[in-house]
């Protein structure tokens, strides 16, 4: 039994590769160019071929314009500070994480960049007709969460690209990148942040972003790139530009052995989407989910209305041993929208290597300690 | 046809190493003879990698990596 359903926060179990990819890097050695030494060049080989194959899962043919960082935290905190502000207005969609809060508040107080959220219905989703009398003349930047990481909403990028046109469109496809479709060029995206460790079921401690024009964002870090090292100013050229100092190459392969094993979906569709059904069903619980199956992601959670989102936690732990997030899970802007700020929720995660069976169990263990606090 | 001597051998220097890397496949793809060395000091001071082709396959090569845009010096040796 599968009794772990906190994967919005970072994936569990990985496929095994993961670790013999990372085992395999210890073993060889190796940094990212620098030299010209078959153990760099090895090394060089597979980080070149992730990028490509992440370019693959972000649906760009713009290889060389996808960068490594630590996770999507520090993408976002590139393409966010890096920006250049004309109007200094932005857009963001209601689902927001503090990834993207956080910098934005600094911009506000730093730069006095003011944000706004874009129209949307109760669950969160953009509403497009609103957004299509909206006037974006003076807008510089419109940031979306492509999957709520709360409720597990899915946005619609591409009818969003659509209407705001040119205007420059950052998309945080942290929990989507690996889950649900993304396609990049087809849609317009201008810039993508991702993580490795969630969806994509690599290590942590990688991550990065995918930017169609470089010239939109400056470096946040400045250092040795192995090229043009003659100059003291960073090379021009992606992805040098945005990957100054020894990259975490261990992080890469382990995300390597991830893209190339990526797990089938072990469950049924039906299964999970009667999980919803029958928590919906229990009285006393407000359930944030989309208000359409068609945009519903793996992703839910729960808010209990008269008991304690950290109780309902602990017990669901303590007695049925099931690993879930409580809480606000860094998005203070998302439980705001969803009327569920301060208190927060109960959320559940899953795995595509979960079965219709652990989802079953999961649902009998809701129960019983919704039951227990009930009757008390 | 070619400037090319084919008994000389040339070094092809790249920008980056995400250039290195693509035009290696592609060149191993063509079944050419080549091998992966440093950066000649003469040529650059950066300690990277660059590609020596010999003079048989170096005209088709820059066709090549024309093609697909990748930017490049050719450098008898
Ligand atoms: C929507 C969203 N954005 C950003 C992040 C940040 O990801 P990371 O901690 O890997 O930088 C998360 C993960 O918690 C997330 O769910």
């Known amino acids: 039994m599968n009794l772990y359903f906190d994967n919005a926060s970072t994936s569990f179990p990985k496929p095994q590769e993961v670790g013999e990819f990372i085992n395999t890097y210890l073993n060889q050695g190796g940094t990212y160019g620098r030299a010209a030494y078959p153990r760099v060049f090895e090394a060089s080989k597979m980080v070149e071929e992730t990028r490509f194959m992440l370019s693959k899962y972000i649906g760009t043919s713009l290889v060389d314009n996808v960068i490594f ?249 303590d007695i049925h041993k099931i690993e879930v997030r409580g809480g606000l899970q860094c998005s203070p802007l998302t439980h705001i929208t969803l009327d569920t700020f301060p208190k927060g929720a109960i959320r559940f995660s899953l795995s595509n290597f979960h079965t219709d069976s652990d989802l079953n169990h999961l649902l009998s263990c809701i129960i019983d300690i919704h039951e227990r606090l009930q009757s008390k | 046809m070619s400037d090319y001597s084919p008994n000389s051998r040339f070094i092809i220097v790249f920008i980056s190493i995400h250039d290195v890397i693509k035009s290696e496949r592609l060149i191993k793809e063509k079944g050419f003879d080549y091998q992966i060395v440093p950066v000649p000091s003469n040529i650059s001071s950066e300690c990277g990698m660059c590609i020596e082709v010999d003079g048989k396959s170096i005209a088709e090569t820059k066709i090549e990596l024309e093609n697909i845009n990748i930017f490049h010096n050719i450098y008898p040796i």
Not at chain 1, 119 to 146: A, R, W
Request: charged fraction near 20%; glycine fraction near 8%.
């Open chain 1, 69 to 317: 960082t630590f996770n999507s935290t520090s993408a976002l905190n590139t393409l966010i500070q890096g920006f250049s502000y004309k109007y200094k207005k932005i857009l963001i969609s209601p689902l927001e994480h503090n990834a993207v809060g956080r910098p934005l508040e600094f911009m506000k107080v730093s730069q006095g960049v003011n944000y706004q959220t874009l129209p949307h219905d109760d669950d969160g989703l953009i509403n497009l007709d609103k957004l299509k009398s909206l006037k974006l003349n003076d807008i510089d930047l419109i940031i979306v969460n492509h999957v709520s990481n709360v409720n597990g909403l899915i946005q619609p990028l591409k009818d969003i690209k659509r209407i705001i046109g040119e205007i420059p469109f950052i998309v945080d496809a942290s929990q989507s990148l690996g889950k649900v479709p993304v396609l990049a060029d087809e849609w317009g995206i201008d810039m993508l942040a991702f993580t490795g460790h969630k969806g994509l079921n690599g290590p942590t401690g990688i991550g990065g972003f995918f930017i169609r024009n470089p010239k939109l964002v400056e470096p946040m870090i400045y250092g040795g790139t192995g090229s043009n090292s003659e100059k003291l100013v960073l090379p021009k050229f992606c992805p040098d530009r945005f990957e100054a100092g020894t990259q975490n190459i261990m992080g890469i392969y382990g995300l390597l052995g991830a893209l190339k094993n990526q797990p089938k979906i072990k469950y049924t569709i039906d299964a999970y989407y009667l999980l919803l059904q029958r928590i919906k069903e229990l009285s006393d619980i407000k359930m944030l989910i989309s208000n359409s199956l068609e945009n519903q992601s793996d992703v839910f959670s729960i808010q209990p209305n008269n008991v304690e989102v950290s109780l309902f936690t602990k017990l669901l732990y």
